[in-house]
C-alpha cells in the first residue's frame, strides 16, 4: 500500500507542468490517479454500415483505410484528410492540426472509427474522430474527465505503467477482508482497478463496478456508523415519569400513526442511557410540532426545560400560540424570546428562565445570546434545522448539561439518503398527513391562460381567501424572467386595482418580512407578491391560492415547498404553475409535481433528475467525496453495506483486529480529505 501514497510525479514522464495539470484534477499521489475513473466508455463493438448512417449520427463504423490524402494548409489550421470503407460505401476522415494522431491510421490497416459523422448527399464524413485498431483487445475504450493539456491517452497510458509494476512487483493493493470478497461474491481489487480502466469487455467492466461501488459504499458506512457508535453521549437526564396518555387524550385530534411513531421513538432515546439526539423528518404540514410538543409535555413532567429555537418571530409567536392551547389544561408555563421584546421585559424574562420559572421557551436567535441561562434544560428542538448553523445549534446545546436534542426539517429525503447525510442523527419520517387536510389541486398551464386564472383568483378572494405569487427575480434582469416589480405595478394597476397588494423579498429587513406576514396572516393584504423568500414560513389557513411564475426556473423540491404554503386548512387550496417552457426536462420536472403530492416520492424524482450533488451539495452535508457510487441509484447497495458495517463495528469498534486493518486506513484516509478523525 506504501506504494500508492507515492506522488504523482515519481511516475516516468510526469514534471512540473505535467504534475500541476494532474493536481487540478485533484490527483496528488498514485493512489488518487488508479482511482480516477472513467467518467464513460465508447463501445466500439456495436458498428453499423455506412449506407446506415444519418445526419449527426453518434456511433461507430469499421473501416479499412484506402486512401491517405495529401494535408491541407491554412494560416492556423492543417487538415490531415484519409479515406476509409466498409467494404462497400466510404467514409472521409478529418483531423485537425494533429499530425501525429493522424499517422496513427496506416494505410491497410483496419479501425473502428467513433464519433459524430454528417451526410451531405451520399458523402459521409466525420471530423478528429476516436479510434482503435481491429486487432485492439480492448474494445471498450475509457473516456476521462479533462483539463486542458492533459489528454485521455496521457491519463490512460500513466495508469497501465501503474498496472504494470504493481503486476510484477506483487505489491498488494486489497483493502477488504477476505471473508467480506468471497461472502459477497466480489472480484479483486486489482482487479477491479484493471478492468475499470482497461475493460476487455462488458462483463468485466460490471464485474469491476460492482465491486468498487460495494467498496466506497462500504468504507463510507463504516465511518458513517464509527461515527454514531463512538460518539454516543452518555445521559444525565432521568426520565421517570413518560406517560404521555394525559397529553393525547386533551387533543381534539387523534395523531397520525406515524406521528406517534416519533413519539415513541424520542421516549425510546431518553429512557437509553444516552442523549437523544434525533431528527423529526416530515413533509410540510405534517404534524412535527405536535411530536415538539408532546416531547416538551415529558420534560416539564420530569421537571425539565425545554428550549425551540425558530428562524423567524413570526414563526415563534405561532408556535408560541399553538404551544399555549396545546397545554392549557396541564399548567405548564411558555415564554416567547425575541429581539423585539423591549429591554426591561427582556430583563425580567431572562431572570424568570434562569430561576426555572418557564417550563418552555421558545424563540429565535435571541435564545441563544450568551447572557441567557437556563435553571435545568433538558431539552433542546429546533425548528427548520437548514436555517440554522451547526455553531448556533450548538451553541443552544452549550446551554445545558448535554441535553436531549430534537431536529424537525420540513425538506424530505428519502431515508436511505438522510440516513448517509446525516451521520449524527437517528431520524424519524412522520409521512401521513393529518386527516382534515384538504389535498391541493395542482394545474400546470400556459400564460395564454392567464386572464382566466386572474378571474378564478378573483373569484376566491371575494370570498375572503388570499393568495400568493411566487417570481423568479425582485426586478427586471436579463433572464426574461417575471419579476416582483413588474408584477405588483401590472396588477395593482389593472386586473386587481381594488385589492390590497404587498411585495415580500430577502432584501427586505427582517422586522420589515414579520410585519408584511402578520398583515397577511391578519387579512390585511390579499395578494402576497414574494420570491422564495416564503418558502419557510408560518400556517395561513385563508391563503388558498399559490401561482409560481416561470416554473421551471424553480427545483421539484423547492416547487413542493413553495406549494405547502397553501392547503395549510380545510378549505380547498390550489396551486397553479405557469410555464411556456418547451425544454422536455422541465416539463417533466413540473408534471411531476402536478401529479404527485408526497414529498418524499418528490424529493426521489428530484434527486434521480438532478442527481445527490446538485440537490444537496456534498461539501454543504459534509460528505466525503464519492469517485463512483451515486447514492440513489445505488441505494439498495448503501442499504446493505450499511448493514455489514454495522454488524463489523459492533464486534470491533475501532477496527483493531488485524485483519480491518485495511478497512481502518481505507475509511481514515476517506474521511481525513473533509477534516473527520475517525476511531479517535
Known amino acids: 500500500m506504501d506504494y500508492l501514497n507515492n506522488l504523482i510525479e515519481s511516475l516516468s514522464g510526469i514534471g512540473d507542468k505535467r504534475k500541476q495539470l494532474y493536481n487540478k484534477l485533484g490527483i496528488t499521489n498514485i493512489f488518487s490517479l488508479i482511482h480516477f475513473f472513467p467518467i464513460s466508455y465508447i463501445d466500439y463493438q456495436n458498428c453499423i454500415k455506412i449506407s446506415n448512417i444519418t445526419e449527426n449520427f453518434e456511433g461507430c463504423v469499421k473501416v479499412l483505410i484506402i486512401k491517405i490524402l ?40 483496419e479501425y473502428y472509427i467513433y464519433g459524430k459523422f454528417s451526410r451531405i448527399g ?13 486487432s485492439q483487445e480492448n474494445i471498450l475504450s475509457p473516456r476521462y474527465k479533462l483539463t486542458k493539456g492533459l489528454t485521455n491517452n496521457i491519463i490512460l497510458n500513466n495508469i497501465k505503467s501503474i498496472l504494470e509494476y504493481i ?33 476487455i469487455h462488458s462483463t468485466l467492466l460490471e464485474k469491476a463496478k460492482k465491486r468498487l461501488i460495494f467498496e466506497e459504499l462500504f468504507i463510507l458506512q463504516l465511518g458513517i456508523n464509527s461515527i454514531k457508535i463512538n460518539k454516543k453521549i452518555k445521559s444525565s437526564i432521568s426520565i421517570q415519569d413518560h406517560d404521555i396518555s394525559p397529553f393525547i387524550k386533551s387533543l381534539p385530534f387523534f395523531p397520525t400513526q406515524d406521528q406517534e411513531k416519533s413519539i415513541e421513538d424520542c421516549i425510546s432515546d431518553m ?84 430561576v426555572g420559572c418557564y417550563d418552555i421557551v421558545i424563540g429565535t436567535h435571541a435564545i441563544i ?56 442523527l437517528d431520524i424519524s419520517l412522520i409521512k401521513t398527513m393529518p386527516s382534515n387536510r384538504k389535498q391541493t389541486q395542482t394545474f400546470l398551464i400556459s400564460s395564454k391562460k392567464k386572464k382566466r386564472m386572474y378571474n ?12 400568493y405569487i411566487v417570481c423568479p427575480s425582485i426586478q427586471e434582469n436579463q433572464t426574461n424572467t417575471t419579476n416582483i416589480d413588474d408584477m405588483y405595478d401590472s396588477l395593482s394597476k389593472d ?83 405557469l410555464s411556456d417552457s418547451k425544454n422536455k426536462d422541465s416539463l417533466t420536472r413540473l408534471k411531476t409535481l402536478k401529479e404527485n403530492i408526497d414529498g418524499f416520492k418528490i424529493s426521489e424524482e428530484d434527486l434521480r433528475l438532478r442527481g445527490p450533488g446538485d440537490f444537496i451539495g456534498n461539501r454543504q452535508h459534509g460528505l466525503p467525496s464519492l469517485n463512483i457510487s451515486n447514492l440513489i441509484e445505488d441505494s439498495s447497495t448503501l442499504m446493505e453495506t450499511s448493514v455489514i458495517a454495522n454488524k463489523i463495528l459492533k464486534k470491533d469498534p475501532y477496527l483493531i483486529d488485524p485483519k480491518h486493518s485495511s478497512l481502518k486506513k481505507s475509511t481514515e484516509l476517506l474521511f481525513n480529505s473533509i477534516d473527520i478523525n475517525i476511531f479517535n
Open 70 to 109: 495529401s494535408p491541407k494548409y491554412y494560416s492556423k489550421t492543417t487538415i490531415f484528410s484519409l479515406v476509409g470503407t466498409d467494404g462497400a460505401d466510404f467514409l472521409y476522415i478529418n483531423i485537425f492540426n494533429n499530425k501525429f494522431s493522424a499517422k496513427k491510421l496506416e494505410l491497410n490497416n
Open 122 to 134: 451520399t458523402k459521409v464524413s466525420i471530423t478528429s474522430p476516436y479510434f482503435i485498431p481491429t
Open 271 to 354: 429512557l437509553s442511557n444516552n442523549v437523544m439526539n434525533r431528527m423529526i423528518q416530515g413533509d410540510v404540514g405534517s404534524g412535527k410540532t405536535l411530536v415538539a410538543a408532546a416531547i416538551s409535555y415529558i420534560m416539564s413532567k420530569n421537571r425539565y426545560q425545554t428550549a425551540i429555537m425558530v428562524p423567524t418571530e413570526i414563526l415563534a409567536e405561532q408556535h408560541f400560540k399553538t404551544f399555549s392551547n396545546f397545554f392549557k389544561p396541564f399548567g405548564i408555563s411558555i415564554a416567547i424570546l425575541t429581539s423585539s421584546i423591549k429591554k426591561k421585559e427582556k430583563q425580567r424574562l431572562k431572570d424568570q428562565i434562569s
Open 167 to 199: 503486476s510484477e512487483n506483487n505489491i498488494d493493493i486489497e483493502n477488504l477482508p477476505d471473508y467480506i470478497i468471497k461472502k459477497y461474491n466480489l472480484i479483486s481489487k486489482l482487479d477491479a482497478i484493471t478492468n475499470i480502466h482497461l475493460p
Open 495 to 577: 386586473y386587481f386595482k381594488n385589492y390590497k397588494i404587498k411585495t415580500i423579498h430577502g432584501k427586505l429587513h427582517s422586522l420589515e418580512k414579520d410585519e408584511i406576514m402578520q398583515d397577511f396572516k391578519q387579512n390585511k393584504i390579499h395578494i402576497l407578491i414574494a420570491t422564495t423568500v416564503i418558502e419557510v414560513g408560518i400556517d395561513i389557513p385563508n391563503a388558498t391560492i399559490i401561482i409560481i411564475e416561470n416554473a421551471e426556473r424553480f427545483g421539484l423540491s423547492q416547487l413542493h415547498q413553495l406549494r405547502g404554503r397553501v392547503g395549510r386548512g380545510d378549505i380547498q387550496s390550489y396551486c397553479i404553475l
Open 456 to 467: 378564478f383568483v378573483k373569484e376566491k378572494m371575494d370570498e375572503g381567501q388570499q393568495v
Open 369 to 424: 445570546q450568551s447572557d441567557i441561562y437556563f435553571k435545568n434544560l433538558g431539552l433542546v428542538i429546533t425548528d427548520e434545522q437548514h436555517r440554522f448553523g451547526v455553531s448556533q445549534r450548538a451553541k443552544l446545546i452549550s446551554k445545558g448539561f448535554n441535553p436531549h436534542t430534537i431536529i424537525m426539517s420540513a425538506t424530505p429525503i428519502p431515508r436511505t439518503l438522510a440516513l448517509t447525510l446525516y451521520t449524527d
